[in-house]
């Protein structure tokens, strides 16, 4: 059984000025993961998984912009802004190439970052990933009726029926809970940007 590494959060201003929320465990110059998390969420969708890695891997799990503790800016979530901005973190912690997991939007990212700065990255694990969104008919109404219109403060009942619809099986108990909390750190606008732009992009 492997035995958890310590675990550590802490925050990254880009060279931009943006301000990155990150959690980090194992030692530097191990096999370097970064882990980008789906639309609303944040590090901690990551949580769970974090204490089964080797210790001597070299794990970080981001909050990506407009999520979790990480800044808001107004405008910029497109898979390639978020591509962008995790190029950049890896670069400002002089991070070797790693294996980026990305899940949902996370995954379309880590593809894009892939793609972009292929020098970057060594591996790539695409969790419910798909090369576009714009085709799934439930997510364009989910979209158009429940995301297009939101404003703050954001329903509780939307964050945790999102939450709740994304699962494939159950998950340990205070878990969607937790990511129902991350949901609604997420201003409106941010939701209204990203789940817009997921429509938009292609990988």
């Known amino acids: 059984m492997t035995t958890s ?39 901690r969708s990551f949580e769970p998984v974090l204490p089964h890695l080797p210790r001597d891997w070299h794990v970080i799990a981001l909050s990506q912009r407009g999520h979790g503790g990480s800044a808001k800016p107004p405008t910029r979530y497109r898979t390639r802004d978020f591509a962008a901005d995790a190029a950049e973190f890896a670069q400002a912690l002089e991070l070797p ?5 990305g899940h949902s939007m996370g995954a379309a990212n880590a593809m894009r970052l892939a793609i ?21 008919a439930e997510l364009v109404a989910f979209i158009r009726n429940d995301i297009a219109a939101l404003t703050d403060p954001l329903p509780r009942e939307l ?16 878990l969607i809970e937790t990511m129902v909390d991350e949901s609604l750190r997420v201003p409106a606008q941010v939701w209204r940007q990203a789940f817009a732009a997921l429509l938009a992009d292609e990988v």
């Open 97 to 101: 190439s790693l294996i980026v997991v």
């Open 159 to 174: 964050a945790h029926a999102f939450q709740m619809d994304t699962l494939a099986r159950a998950v340990a108990p205070g």
């Open 5 to 43: 590494a310590p675990l550590h959060v802490s925050q990254l201003r880009l060279r931009n000025g943006l301000q990155l929320e990150y959690a980090e465990q194992g030692r530097r110059g191990g096999v370097s993961v970064l882990m980008l998390h789906g639309i609303t969420d944040s590090w």
């Open 116 to 136: 972009d700065h292929p020098a970057l990255v060594r591996g790539l694990v695409a969790a419910g990933a798909f090369a576009s969104f714009g085709d799934k």
